[in-house]
């Protein structure tokens, strides 16, 4: 039913609902390779260093596959808001048997190239073994990690961000008791660490596919055009995904070029960063949900006004994590153990941090908007964009010998031109096609 009268506030209540069960799940997430750091810390040496090399080569995999959860959100959102649940159910299972193929792939390319890519990272001897051992054992989850992304895209889609909340906080439980008992009760060692996570995320992915098949039921047999049209479509947003890759990992290229204590600072920094994204992410999550909804029931007014009122959350939001930022700042080297020397290039590079929130805040949000109007390939090509508008000012910072806070300022360059992009687009009509 339209909402075109509804008042900005009026607004509030749906976006909550969504975006603070989303944010548990968002947080959930990382926990898993936090436990594993945790419980793999308590062995000699270099395990750790072995689990950090896997988790760069898993972390990027996965992260490029992110498309099947923000892809099938918003196509199983718009076929909910048109009232087709039989037809949103159809294309959840089109993402679920998408995600199991991709998953397979990549387990069988990654598998033999695992000793490879461990030495590309830098890891030798012993090191490189345990790392080894650790992806090749980890690979055999990928499946299930790709089915627990399209799940959680497909209730999410329906409305639904506290069942994956649920699911997600059970899976963390299970991973850290597998963990602790494999790793430090049976002494499996690292592999021990790494078949915990494979259990929990195999659990998780079960959970997911009795809910759609069973609860919800969803037909089991795979439609190929429709599989084929979700991989065609999730193109569009592997290409931001990898663009998105590629500004942070040059970013980190560039601090190491600087020297161990602008590189450490900048780690710290940069997970600062992440942890205020995912707070960010989660109305991002209901951009994307509601917005596909409401495009699906062909309600262009309440769009416009949801995203005009996930905007000002998105500012609010923005300028209380920056406000936090500043507060915790004094604090912050302390908690990571940081040395003067880095302690003195962190605090300096958090002002930037800081300043950023807000800017942030409305470029998660309108993201989130696009993603759920389907408006991949406008994303694409505005992470192509964005990130050559990026690339000179990362450029500078290394040919002027500026510092970490330079290169911090170079990031808000990415993110103004980021802001941009995404403005320009929804002020505009072209994203706003109604209906299935």
Known sequence: MPLTSRSGRGYDGQILRLAVPAFGALIAEPLFLLTDTVVVSRLPAPALGALGVASTVLSTAVGLCVFLAYGTTAAVARRIGAGDTGQALRQAVDGLWLAAGVGLVIVVVLWPLAPSLAGLIGAEGELARQAVTYLRISLLGVPAMLLVL???GVLRGMQDTTTPLVVSVGAF????VLNVTFVLGLGWGIAGSAWGTVLAQSAAAAVYLL??????GAPFRPDLAGVRAAGSAGIALVVRTACLQLVLGVATAVATRMGENQIEAHTVALRVWTLLAFALDAIAIAGQAITGRALGAG???EVRGATRRMVVWGIG????????VIVARPFTPALFDAGP????????????VAALQPVAGVVFVLDGVLIGAGDQRYLAWAGVWTTLAYLPAALLVVTAGGGLVA?????GVWMAARLVTLAVRARGTSWLVVGV
């Open 150 to 152: 399209a799940g959680t």
């Open 173 to 176: 439980t299970l991973n850290a």
């Open 317 to 324: 939001s923005g300028v209380v994590l920056g406000l936090l």
């Open 211 to 216: 809910l759609i098949f069973i609860r919800h």
């Open 341 to 352: 020397a880095v302690a003195g290039e962190l605090l300096d590079a958090l002002w930037v």
């Open 407 to 411: 290169l911090w300022l170079a990031l």
């Open 299 to 301: 309600d262009v007014a």
